[in-house]
């Protein structure tokens, strides 16, 4: 379990960073992926967003008994956005998450931040979530929706967020791939009753939808953008098309749009299917140093809350 649940971490890590270079990109300007580049001033194995939130959601478990409370999380994303400006980083905002917390800042009342957020910025944080709960779904997807209303509060966002926690929790107690999708569409179909309503596809539909895709058809039926309802299901149909989690990330990393999201999740999910060796000792030696990541101690911790 610990091994599956360093794998899923690490592997979220190394999926961002291999899509860190390409994210944005058109599949055309986009030459296949073979390993970790520097680009928009960070280093090769650099992580964005998507880690660094990862982490912050990570420590909020872990300081408060494995809940989250909405109050910290704005104020830990104000300071961390804070912290991003005053060394002159910019861009690593999501949309949804950017408008909630601008939200905030200017007053704003919690309950109100997240009731636009569509993006996939709940899913891609939330594997710590999946970490720290057994995959009993009714109370996952509650733990799920404690962990992202604050700036996604719609269905599509929590269906999307509660896929990803979903197949972590059962990939990190022993599932295989197709074992965790199962569980993600019965989490997706669940979440997307919870919040505001919003126009969008159904996420567990087309995360059923995208098994029976080839590779090469993901990006073009399924989609790429940061909307929740194509880039979380375009990474499910990733981890259907291709076995290896290191070649996944990689094809997940080439394929245009918000590539490094979809890697990252596409790596959480493989790393937690299946354990140790799921990627190249140096891939996550060089992630985990680049960025100090402190993943053995968040592994620890969240499966402590999880043993609970």
Known sequence: MRERALAALAGLAIGDALGMPTEGKPPAEIEPVTGFAAARGMPAGGVTDDTQQTVIVADLLLGNAGRIDPHQLAEALLAWERDLRARGIRGLLGPSTRAAVTAVAAGEPLERAGRNGTTNGAAMRITPVGIANPPDLAPL???????????????????????????????????????ATDLAIA????????????????????????????????ADLIGTSVATQESVPAAFAVLAS?????????????????T?????IVGAIAGACHGAGAFPDSAVRTVTEVNDLPLPRLVDGLLRLRAR
């Open 242 to 258: 291709v076995d290896d989690p290191w070649e996944a990330c990689r094809f997940a990393a080439s394929m245009g749009g918000d």
């Open 141 to 179: 997807v509650d733990r799920v929706v404690e962990a992202s209303w604050v700036t996604h509060n719609t269905g599509v966002a929590l269906a999307g967020a509660a896929a990803v926690a979903a197949a972590v929790s059962a990939g990190v107690d022993g599932a295989d791939r197709r074992e």
């Open 260 to 264: 490094d999201t979809i890697a990252s």
């Open 187 to 218: 989490a997706a179909t669940a979440a997307a009753t919870r919040g505001n309503w919003v126009a969008a596809g159904d996420v567990a539909a087309r995360i059923e939808w995208g098994r029976a895709l080839g590779p090469d058809r993901i």
